[in-house]
């Protein structure tokens, strides 16, 4: 396991951001399970933990993960992105897809879900708390990473890339790495400015 003395939580909490560019310092596999550990200290619906991890560390899996993710965002991601996505988010994803950014991450996690275990509702609100501590943890010891969908929203190329069986089914792609350069402050709205005191109509 790795060093488990990270910094105070809510330092890493506030500081959580989705990188997207990373140096070439390696991970130690001992890292990777500690962050892996603490995704499988999420809740699970019935506590079924479908979760199932592939650490991709292979350079031709590696690349191929990309080409697919990239193929997906040329293809209509962008396009779909364009009218939704703010212009400084746009560029973002957009050097880390198509500008090559997620490919210096030096691990890729698929994280995907075993639809035989816990019911299929229940499927990605199970698997997604288990990314979010995966990220958490990835801050707490000093990795940066990022929660992405766009290769795994058509599972099936990517499912047939990693043999899968057919019921473990990618739900996210978890680029893991040191950053590449320290990222700014996480852009958000006020809690105020979403939150109601018993009722909708009253503000906090
Ligand atoms: C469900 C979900 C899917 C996402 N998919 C992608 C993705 O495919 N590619 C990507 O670069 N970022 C992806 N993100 C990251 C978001 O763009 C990011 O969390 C958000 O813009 C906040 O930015 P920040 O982490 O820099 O504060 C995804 C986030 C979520 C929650």
Redesign the pocket.
């Known amino acids: 396991m790795g060093d488990l003395n990270g910094p105070p939580f809510f330092d890493v909490v506030f500081a959580?951001?989705?990188h997207?560019e990373f140096a070439d310092t390696p991970i130690d596999d001992a890292v990777v399970e500690t962050i892996l550990r603490a995704g499988t200290h999420a809740p699970s619906a019935e506590n079924k933990q479908p979760w199932e991890f592939v650490v991709v560390r292979d350079p031709a899996t590696h690349a191929a993960i990309h080409d697919l993710t990239e193929a997906a965002w040329n293809a209509s991601g962008r396009a779909f992105s364009e009218t939704r996505l703010p212009p400084e988010?746009l560029k973002?994803?957009d050097q880390?897809?198509a500008g090559g950014g997620y490919r210096t991450a030096p691990v890729l996690v698929v994280v995907c879900a075993d639809f035989t275990r816990g019911l299929p509702m229940t499927a990605g609100s199970s698997i997604?708390p288990c990314v979010q501590n995966m990220l958490l943890a990835a801050g707490a010891l000093g990795l940066g990473s990022?929660?992405?969908?766009?290769?795994a929203v058509a599972p099936g190329p990517l499912a047939e890339l990693l043999g899968l069986p057919d019921h473990v089914v990618p739900q996210a792609i978890v680029p893991l790495g040191y950053p590449a350069r320290r990222?700014g402050p996480?852009?958000r709205e006020a809690v105020a400015a979403h939150t109601h005191r018993d009722r909708f109509a009253s503000p906090w």
């Open positions: 959580q951001r989705a997207r988010l973002e994803v880390g897809i997604f990022a929660l992405t969908t766009l290769g990222l996480p852009r």
